[in-house]
Every structure is written in structure tokens, then in C-alpha cells.
């Protein structure tokens, strides 16, 4: 027998407004911090020594967290870089300029660089927002309608 997939269930209507502000939100807030978290060189930390003698708040303990810091901010990074080379070829151009090129492009620039008018920009840039929503895969960035 065939199962019917219940895809209102799996998939819930989202607020397409508040998605797009979400994840515009992770874009400009979170994703540049994680950059600069992840940028930092690993051998700036001093290595642990280990000891078996008992210790109250030990460097190691900090050490530790600070790589642990770094690994996850390198792979929020990377899963950010992976979900906009997922989007469609419109979205992924206006993601690159506006998040991931060094320029840092405002919203002027982008629509005057690709060509479009103020609203299709506009419009386009809400889309390539939803598409990151749906391809980013550690955080889900979608608000859903009650």
C-alpha cells in the first residue's frame, strides 16, 4: 500500500515577510560575526598542559571552548557560503554582492549593478531571502504562520 505524505504537516505555510527578515537578520548580524570568529588564527592559542593534578578553572577549559568556538563558527561560514551557491543563479547573484563580496554592496548598488528597477529588485531580493531560508540547513530561519 501507498502512503499518502501529509506535506502541510511536513511542510507548514511560512510568513514569507518574516522569513525573508529573519534571514536578512542572520545575513547582516550573525554571519559576519561568525566570520570573524572563524577568521582567527588557531595558533594563536597557547597549547593546554595537561595535568592530573585537580585545578580549578584551568586554561585548558577556555582553550577548549575557544576551538570549539572556532570549529562551529567555521562551519556556520561554510553551510552560509553552501546555502547561497544553492539558490538560483538571480538570488545567488544578489546574495554574493549584498553578504559574501568583500565591496559589500547596498541595495543601490545591486540593483543598478545587475539592472533592475528599485521594485523587481526588491521583490528578487525577497526571493533569493526565502531561498537562503530554505537552503540554509543548521538553524532553521523559517517563521511559520499559525
Request: glycine share 2%; proline share 3%.
Amino acid at each position: 500500500m501507498t502512503q499518502k505524505i501529509d506535506m502541510a504537516a511536513l511542510f507548514p505555510e511560512i510568513d514569507e515577510n518574516r522569513t525573508a527578515s529573519k534571514a536578512m537578520r542572520f545575513l547582516k548580524t550573525d554571519f559576519p560575526k561568525m566570520l570573524r570568529v572563524s577568521g582567527r588564527s588557531i595558533t594563536d592559542l597557547k597549547s593546554p598542559i595537561i595535568s592530573d593534578m585537580p585545578k580549578g578553572n584551568s586554561f585548558a577549559n577556555q582553550a577548549e571552548e575557544t576551538i570549539i568556538r572556532r570549529i562551529v563558527a567555521d562551519q556556520i561560514v561554510r553551510q552560509t557560503r553552501d546555502a547561497i551557491y544553492h539558490c538560483d543563479a538571480k538570488s545567488k547573484t544578489i546574495l554574493e554582492l549584498l553578504y559574501l563580496s568583500s565591496s559589500r554592496y547596498g541595495d543601490e548598488q545591486v540593483w543598478e549593478h545587475i539592472g533592475y528597477e528599485k521594485t523587481q529588485y526588491y521583490y528578487y531580493k525577497k526571493m533569493a531571502l526565502l531561498s537562503f531560508a530554505d537552503a540554509y540547513l543548521l538553524e532553521d530561519l523559517h517563521c511559520y504562520k499559525k
